[in-house]
């Protein structure tokens, strides 16, 4: 991967190296080893990793995606809970017009497990929300700000 995954995702989520260890459980110097390419990600558990991505706002899928998303992702600062909230929608309020179940949007919003969306339901979903389907996939991988629990 050309881009510094850690970095780019840490830049744009405004979280110092420092704040980063302590939230994810992963020490500072490791983690600036793996910033300066000194280490390589895969030294991580993927435990390790989910807390680092989750400690930064992302969903940890984040990891298996292409180097244009994840920028493009990083720039996009949006949940999906915040552009349902801002369009004025309940989750029993979108379920209603799109058709999808109140804890499947839910589901979705909070990135619990493989929630499949058929095609149908998701473009129901972004012509409610006035999102394209891209706005759609890059609010999908940014997470509530939460506290991350360690194992």
Avoid at 36 to 41: A, K, L, N, S
């Amino acid at each position: 991967m050309k881009i510094n995954l850690l970095r780019t995702l840490r830049k744009h989520s405004g979280v110092n190296l420092r704040k980063l260890a302590r939230d994810s459980g992963v020490s500072e110097t490791l983690l600036c080893q793996i910033e300066h390419g000194v280490t390589p990600w895969n030294v991580l558990s993927l435990c390790q990793s989910a807390h680092i991505c989750e400690a930064l706002g992302y969903s940890p899928m984040i990891l298996f995606c292409s180097e244009q998303f994840i920028t493009q992702c990083a720039k996009s600062n949006k949940t999906l809970r915040q552009i349902r909230e801002e369009c004025g929608h309940t989750l029993k309020s979108l379920s209603e017009v799109t058709g999808c179940c109140s804890s499947t949007l839910s589901k979705i919003e909070r990135g619990k497990g493989m929630v499949t969306v058929k095609e149908h339901n998701r473009n129901a979903i972004c012509r409610s929300l006035g999102i394209s389907f891209a706005e759609f996939e890059l609010a999908l991988y940014r997470m509530e700000p939460k506290h991350v629990s360690h194992l």
